[in-house]
């Protein structure tokens, strides 16, 4: 059974920082990519940064450049969105999703997703 299972959300104040984890099993963990994504009330759900464990590539949305940091730990199979400078315009649901095998912030190329954690950030 594949699982992908997101923590580290929460409420914070503009200029805060979050940490968030996903947390996988039941694949093989360093042949997929791992990408964040979220979504905002109604708006469509969109790519905000990515993994390969196959290469180390990532990729970041450019609305989060500079403040959000990907990174992978192989060894725990588990992924991590370092979250700095929050803005309120960064408040969603976060998704973490699988899929492989290159870096890409395309939504449909994910094969399984985790159920989502809140960020709310408040101005």
């Known amino acids: 059974e594949v699982q992908l299972v997101e923590s580290g959300g929460g409420l914070v104040q503009a200029g805060g920082s979050l940490r968030l984890s996903c947390a996988a099993s039941?694949?093989?963990?360093?042949?997929?990519?791992i990408g964040w994504f979220r979504q905002a009330p109604g708006k469509e759900r969109e790519g905000v940064s990515c993994?390969?464990?196959?290469?180390?590539?990532?990729r970041y949305a450019d609305s989060v450049k500079g403040r959000f940091t990907i990174s992978s730990d192989n060894a725990k199979n588990t992924v991590y969105l370092q979250m700095n400078s929050l803005k309120p315009e960064d408040t969603a649901v976060y998704y973490c999703?699988?899929?492989?095998?290159?870096?890409?912030?395309?939504?449909?190329?994910?094969?399984?997703w985790g159920q989502g954690t809140q960020v709310t950030v408040s101005s």
């Open positions: 039941g694949f093989t963990f360093d042949g997929y990519a």
């Open positions: 999703a699988a899929g492989g095998t290159i870096a890409t912030l395309y939504t449909p190329l994910y094969d399984y």
């Open positions: 993994i390969s464990n196959l290469d180390g590539s990532t």
